[in-house]
């Protein structure tokens, strides 16, 4: 897997993913795995005549990451997946639910999937579409 | 003219899962679709936190029930791709034969649930029974009805002795007949067709750049299978992709009712060559570490399994993505421009497994 | 009309397709994996089935020679059959029934003593 590997920083990943398109290539997955408290890394797997593809983009817990969706229009449900259950904030999602996808309006703020503990306040900036997402972070669970 | 929102589900009758999808409907015509899960999301991805990897392959069976045996399938065959170890090449024909016992009972399945979702009741029991016919295989065999629990790290737990595999050849005997003779049935019936052809078209280019997989992509006359990795024996099978080059819902129909009488013949096929041997290897030494990537196609197309492992007993993580969760931005492309009583039949066409898409 | 009359007449002789079901069943098929069962005389209280069961369900005490099944929770994926060093659990060949109360099954066997108690 390391070898089908790329290692993009937030700059490259459009362009590395239009790239891609043209070269037809399909849109697989999106994985988001949780590194630290701190970094959060997203793989984008694409696969071309069954031979597979990766973008690697390691993203700092409370940033704002591209969404690919003007590319693949297709990675719109994996990313508001992952902007519920990591709390990785797209920015230019085809449709944004808002967090809203899985979870309620009442878990706004919290990340069920991220075992690190992460520091409030940076939580509440990342889910930043909600007002009263602040005061629910600071409770957040390791 | 003014439109309406009219929300479908998550009760509906031809939903057999819960999704929502609201529709903006001008006349008859939607407009507009915005779906909303969510229902029946459990969380199994994060269960890998507080069980051992042996375990898990219990858990991911739950993913979906449908297609329990390939889930765990894929779930085994990425974790003996990190520890280096290799399955024996019965255990390797015995999962192909019970996964593509799987791909039959999940069609026949779904080809009911087709029918009744056009208003062929009739038709929707008689698949069901042929599917029955499948279980009891399973039963037998296994001891489960759907979700067989046979796959275990370094081979399967269950073996099948010659008496067995006659028993399965002569009843699959039965069932190609009885599916055949439904055949003319669902393909040339004037209403079904009435229904279905032209309905929710999807080109291939389309298809691709939605990314598509399974039935749906093969519908429209892209011929990917994951079957072509050769994963677990089926490299050593003659086997060749079923496509479609209509892409509307009879295609799809069409290619799944064909893929049962394909995967008929790979069980033929699997149990003429089975060779004989273990059926498992003892799994040794340290827990996995780094990372795979195993990919299976399952009846309702690829299933993608990312999983990670820092060295210890528990993983790290599981990402797991299901077909359905591929192919419903297609679904959400193809039904603007439909009439609102098409609904129900282009929604079933994809074969949404709702709990699969959500996990 | 001539498609369809050897299909009405063939419905007209052959047999149901489907069981009057309460009333009449099935037998069951050899190795079917019904409810979780154990022979406790040969039980040595080990633990294994309880470590490996996926579920959870089970719970061993090895000090009062107790094995607690809570079949509520058991998925009859037969893991624990598998494991057992002794061979002692098996599984019945007919499903559990559906019960209107929430119990747990018990069982209480006769712990393994010590060399030093036996002794003593």
Sequence with gaps: MKAQSLFVNMDQLLGEAAKLQVEGYRYVALTAVEIDGQTVELIYHFDLNLGMRHLRLSVQKGTRVPSITPVYLAAFLAENEIQDLFGVVFSGLAVDFKGTLYTENEMRGRVPFCRYTVVGSEKGEAAGQGDNSREDSSGEAS | MKSTVIPIGPQHPVLPEPVHLKLTVVDEVITDVVPSLGFVHRGLEMLVDSRDYHQVVQIVERVCGICSMMHAMCYCQGIEEMMGIEAPPRAKYLRVIWSELHRMHSHLLWLGLFADSFGFESLFMQFWRIREKVLDIHEATTGNRVIVSVNKIGGVGKDLDDDQIEWILSELKNIK??????????????????R???????????????????????????????????????????????????????????????????????????????????????????????????????????????????????????????????????????????????????????????????? | MFKMTPNILRNLITDKATRLYPFETREPWTGV??????????????????????????????????????????????????????????????????ADEHGKIVMKGEPPRRKKEAET
């Excluded at chain 2, 439904?182 to 009435?194: A, S």
């Excluded at chain 2, 498992?280 to 570490?289: D, H, L, T």
């Design chain 2, 177 to 194: 007949r009885e599916v055949r003779r439904l055949g003319p049935t669902l393909l040339d019936d004037y209403t079904v067709k009435k």
């Design chain 2, 196 to 359: 279905t052809v032209g309905r929710g078209v999807l080109t291939s280019q389309q298809a691709i750049d939605l990314g598509t997989v399974g039935p749906t992509l093969r519908a429209s006359g892209v011929a990917r299978d994951m079957r072509q990795l050769g994963y677990a024996a089926l490299g050593e099978l003659d086997f060749e992709p079923v496509i479609e080059e209509a892409g509307d819902s009879w295609a799809r129909c069409k290619v799944r009712f064909k893929e049962v009488l394909a995967s008929i013949d790979m069980i033929r096929q699997a149990a003429g060559k089975i060779p004989a041997g273990d059926i498992a290897v003892r799994v040794k030494g340290a827990p996995p570490e780094g990372e795979a990537i195993s990919r299976v196609e399952q009846p309702r197309g690829e299933v993608f399994y990312y999983i990670k492992s820092k060295g210890q007993k528990k993983l790290e993580r599981l990402r797991i993505r299901t077909p359905t969760f591929a192919n419903l931005p297609a679904l959400l492309s193809i039904l603007p421009g439909l009439y609102l009583s098409d609904v129900p039949v282009v929604v079933l066409s994809i074969d949404p497994c709702i709990s699969c898409t959500e996990r």
């Design chain 3, 33 to 98: 994996r019904g409810e979780l069962g154990i022979d406790i005389e040969k039980c040595t209280f080990c633990g294994i089935c309880a470590l490996k069961c996926p579920t959870g369900c089970l719970s061993v005490n090895k000090k009062e020679g107790l094995w607690i099944c809570d079949p509520f929770v058991c998925v009859y994926c037969g893991v624990c059959v598998e494991s057992c060093p002794k061979k002692c659990l098996y599984q019945d060949l007919v499903y559990r029934e559906a």
